[in-house]
């Protein structure tokens, strides 16, 4: 593992990043998803990764962690529009954040890797292999949605606590995340409420913006159907979800892999939202796997 380093991707954004294995093997770009930094991407599941041949890249995505922060302003009234389907206008997009995923790998001199993604940062490596295709190798897209507003919704409980004001110190942030991962944690795959605890300081300590994820949230709330473009798409790919997924309903990992033909479809019995140590192993294998098609 290498030290946390900062690249330039645009004229605004720089990205917080780290490697794992030998440069010389073959790149993998992890995203991650809504509010979530790199170190949600274990230590554990990317070591075994840059085992299996890959140089692994996770990074922190604009407003999130320690990359940069990108102005604009967004209500929790805004939100809602957006979320009833009201036109409104987003910071940035889907689109733009694939776009700082191609300057990170100008930044490492790296002409296409194989991504892959969780939630937000699954939709994220599906819009890179349409706007990009030659950058991606492959693809693996994890507990995602297509876009399209009939799939892969929230289950309504959740709601109240996402949109809900929280308060501004460590100890609010703790127990607002502990409260969070109690609802879409995976049920099969319990996290002690010891390492669900020091998760979310690692996460505070590591930078967090409230403001940040709200407009991370309008570009997911704005983004197209995908789904007629990845019909198109001729790319290595692997779909995750978990079938007791309540942030992102199965249907959209459903959806998913119909839009990505020839995709492998993995529904995990007892997953949530969540990445479970137990389920490292068989992540692992599944992205070699699919890389190997490439």
């Not at 309008?218 to 978990?242: C, F, N, S, W």
Request: net charge positive.
């Amino acid at each position: 593992m290498s030290e946390q380093l900062r690249a330039p991707v645009s004229t605004d954004v720089e990205l917080c990043y780290q490697t794992f294995g030998d440069p010389a093997d073959e790149p993998l770009v992890l995203v991650m998803g809504l509010g979530a930094p790199l170190t949600w991407w274990d230590e554990e599941l990317c070591t075994m990764l840059a085992h299996r041949g890959f140089y692994v890249v996770r990074f922190d995505n604009r407003d999130c962690g320690r990359s940069s922060r990108v102005g604009g302003r967004v209500t929790r009234a805004t939100l809602v529009r957006a979320f009833a389907g009201a036109p409104t206008r987003a910071p940035y997009s889907l689109a733009d954040m694939a776009g700082d995923v191609t300057g990170l790998l100008d930044h490492l001199g790296v002409e296409s890797a194989h991504v892959a993604g969780v939630s937000m940062g699954g939709m994220i490596v599906q819009t890179l292999a349409l706007e990009h295709p030659t950058r991606v190798r492959s693809l693996t897209s994890i507990m995602s949605t297509t876009g399209r507003r009939t799939v892969g919704w929230q289950h309504p409980a959740l709601l109240p606590t996402l949109l809900g004001r929280g308060g501004t110190s460590k100890e609010d942030f703790v127990r607002q995340s502990e409260r969070l991962w109690r609802l879409i944690g995976s049920p099969a795959y319990p996290q002690s409420p010891e390492a669900t605890r020091s998760r979310a300081e690692d996460t505070f300590d590591h930078g967090v913006s409230a403001a940040g994820t709200l407009r991370q949230m309008m570009a997911i709330l704005t983004q197209p159907d995908r789904e007629p473009r990845l019909r198109a798409l001729r790319k290595p790919a692997l779909v995750v979800h978990g079938l007791a997924d309540k942030m992102v309903h199965p249907s959209g990992g459903r959806a998913t892999a119909r839009g990505l033909r020839g995709s492998e479809l993995l529904l995990i019995d007892g997953m949530g939202h969540d990445l479970p140590p137990a389920l490292h192993e068989t992540l692992a294998a599944a992205i070699r796997r699919t890389a190997d098609r490439a």
